[in-house]
Every structure is written in C-alpha cells, then in structure tokens.
C-alpha cells in the first residue's frame, strides 16, 4: 500500500493508517475497516498435553467441535483441532445438550504438558481459525475465514489505492484505516479517531445477510447479491441521518444497488468512532455476509465491488460544505 499513500500514520495500538491527500487539506475522511478476527487465547496445559482456551470475541459453541486452529507461538505456528468426549461416550442427557466451550480442549497432538511446552505453547498465545480461502459458484461466491473485517479493510485499502491508481479526483483527504481490537471492544477505532481527528467517517464492514433458513427479515433484511447493505442503526450507534440520506442518493445516482438493513444487536468501529472528540458523522456500509463469526464466512463478490464504487463516488463527492450540512443546525 506504500506506492499508493501520500503518508502513512499509525497509532500506538497497531492500526495502519493510509492517507491519499485530494485537491483539500479538510473535509478529512476517515475509511476504517478493522483487521482482527475472532479466535482464542491459551488458558493453560494439562498433564496429558491438551490445551485449554478462552474466546477472543463473540463464538457460539456449536461451531467449534472439529475445527481446525493454529496456535501461534513465539517459536512458530502449531496446528490442532477443537474437540470434546466423544459421542459414543456421551450420557443419554449430554447427547440431548450442545457441548460447551468450558468442555472442549484443543489437540495438537501431543502426549504431555513438557512435550506441548517444548513445542512452544504457553498461556496467553493467541489462537486462530485455521480455514483456506476458496472461490464457489464459478468463481462468484468467497468462502473464508476473517471475512469479518477484513472484507471492510480491503474496502478501505482498494479506495485509497484506486484514487491514485485512476488519478481521480476528490475534494478531501482521505484517511484508509486497518483498525485492530474491534473485536473485543472497538479499542483500535479509538485510537485512530484521536489520531486522524475526523470530520466524516464511513465504516466498511461485513453485514449479516438474513437469506438463510431460520432467520427472519425483520431480524436481518440484507441478502448476498443485492449490493452494498446502509446499515440504519445498531446497538452501538445511529448513524448521521444527513449522511445517511446523502449515502443514499449517491447509490442512486450512480445506479448502484444497495439495501437499508438494521443490527438489534452487535456493533462495529462507527459506535466509538462517532462519539470521538466532539462526535463525527458516521454511517456503516456492509457487505453482506453468511455465517460471520464462524470458521467459514461467505460473500458475493458482486457486492464487494459494489460497496467500492460506492464508496468512491461518495469520496467524489464530500466536498467541506457537503459535510458541514450534515451537522448544521
């Protein structure tokens, strides 16, 4: 990204920041997408060598049972494999129940505590998803782990670098942010709002498509393949309703599809982003996604692209009287 950015800032956390300056010092526009995923950490050792974990960020247990992780140590990489007693051992009542996390250890193959020791393992290393990258449905459809939200920081990144790429034009600087510890408690979007000092943000990350069986569209209106999702709310903020309705006009006036969803529960980057200094008009645009917070995500690519254009034709278009009408009384 270095051939792209004008400068590149960061914050004492780990987040990257990727500025492309415009024809204007301010409006400064914040895209943020964060670069952490949901995993574990190292809790402990037992005598037999199996590994015991406790959750970085939102699971359920009944994804868990035999998936496949990486423990990353600090003298390499270690492969494993969620697992629990077996079910031919299981009681008629456990049978009946979803095995808890509480039960589950991880295998990595070793026979003691000094043997899983020497391979490098401790307390505190973090753990992560072990899920390959594949394309399905003719190359059209991503499987993935970390979609969420690395799918939001691509975004970020791929506007930077194709407002330098395509020398195009945009009244504004423009700030293109990997955040990191959102997570756990949106800790990098902190920081990186102190950093940047924005006047407008657009946070770019995945949203849940509710076009699976058992979801409800009142519970998750947005479907993979119908364009970018302009989320109205969540748990965590209430975007800009200005922004919000200029986000909105900009998709239609570039012809570009999209969908209004709604979050009851969950948040993203924007919920400590807009509240940052004296508060900074935010909106979040996701692309919907299958299955997040799972070992295997999934998204259209269709609408990855999408939420691009998207986003640059409001970068075109956030000059500093636009972005002052989104606060003027």
Request: with cysteine.
């Amino acid at each position: 990204m270095e051939q792209y950015a004008d400068e590149i800032l960061t914050d004492k956390l780990g987040s990257v920041i990727f500025v492309k300056k415009g024809s204007s010092e301010r409006p400064r526009v914040l895209l943020a997408g964060h670069i952490d995923e949901v995993g574990f950490v190292v809790s402990g050792i037992d005598d037999l060598g199996y590994v015991a974990f406790n959750p970085l960020g939102g699971w359920f247990d009944q994804v868990l049972l035999s998936q496949r992780v990486v423990i990353r140590t600090a003298k390499g990489d270690v492969h494993g494999v969620i697992a629990a007693k077996p079910p031919h051992l299981l009681t008629p009542e456990e049978a009946k129940k979803v095995v808890e996390k509480t039960s589950m250890f991880i295998d990595v193959g070793a026979t003691s505590r000094k043997e899983a020791e020497e391979m490098g393992i401790r307390i505190g290393d973090p753990i992560v998803p072990y899920s390959p990258f594949m394309l399905i449905r003719n190359g059209k459809i991503a499987t993935g782990k970390a979609f969420d939200d690395r799918v939001g920081a691509f975004i970020a990144m791929d506007v930077v670098r194709r407002l330098k790429t395509e020398k195009l034009e945009h009244p504004n600087t423009v700030y293109g942010a990997a955040t990191v510890q959102e997570e756990v408690g949106l800790r990098g979007a902190g920081t990186v709002a102190h950093v940047v000092d924005p006047d407008v943000a657009i946070v770019l990350e995945v949203d849940i498509a509710g076009d699976v069986p058992g979801i409800k569209a009142t519970e998750a209106p947005a479907k993979m393949g119908k364009g970018p999702s302009i989320v109205t709310y969540d748990a965590t903020m209430i975007p800009n309703q200005p922004l919000k309705e200029f986000t909105i006009k900009v998709a239609e006036e570039a012809k570009i599809p999209y969908q209004l969803s709604q979050v009851a529960r969950g948040g993203t980057d924007a919920g400590r982003i807009h509240i940052s200094r004296a508060g900074c008009p935010s909106i979040v645009i996701g692309v919907p996604t299958r299955h997040i917070h799972t070992h295997v995500g999934m998204f259209c690519l269709e609408d990855l692209e999408n939420t691009v254009k998207l986003v640059l034709e409001m970068v075109k278009r956030l000059d500093w009287k636009t972005v002052e009408s989104f606060t003027a009384l």
